[in-house]
């Protein structure tokens, strides 16, 4: 079964940044969607940016447009995500996971049979 490790969390002040990693322990399919998910303290569970194997295709939530960048590298089976200018509500546990196909459905969680552990980012004032 395919397993994804996320890493690259920590602790850091408002307007910082953190770069997380998810590797893949191989490739379920020849193509498909990988997508950052985050937990905050208090809100539900979300989906935060995605990205398909051709690497043009990019998804992410209005919150973290201008802040976040999601990117991956096939070779090694990796995505990235780049979090600048950091803020207290970017707090949470992050996971990452992957279904086939991104598209207009990208952060339906039900859609993502694989799933990783997470890594915790904590962003203070």
């Known amino acids: 079964r395919v397993q994804l490790v996320e890493s690259g969390g920590g602790s850091v002040q408002a307007g910082g940044s953190l770069r997380l990693s998810c590797v893949a322990s191989e490739s379920p399919y020849r193509n498909f969607c990988m997508t950052w998910f985050r937990r905050s303290p208090g809100k539900e569970r979300e989906a935060v940016a995605a990205i398909y194997s051709d690497g043009g295709h990019t998804y992410y939530v209005d919150s973290v447009k201008a802040r976040f960048t999601v990117s991956r590298d096939n070779l090694k089976n990796t995505m990235y995500l780049q979090m600048n200018d950091l803020k207290p509500e970017d707090t949470g546990m992050y996971y990452c996971?992957?279904?086939?196909?991104?598209?207009?459905?990208?952060?339906?969680?039900?859609?993502?049979?694989?799933w990783g552990q997470g890594t915790q980012v904590t962003v203070s004032s």
């Open positions: 996971g992957i279904k086939i196909m991104c598209g207009t459905t990208w952060g339906r969680q039900g859609d993502y049979p694989y």
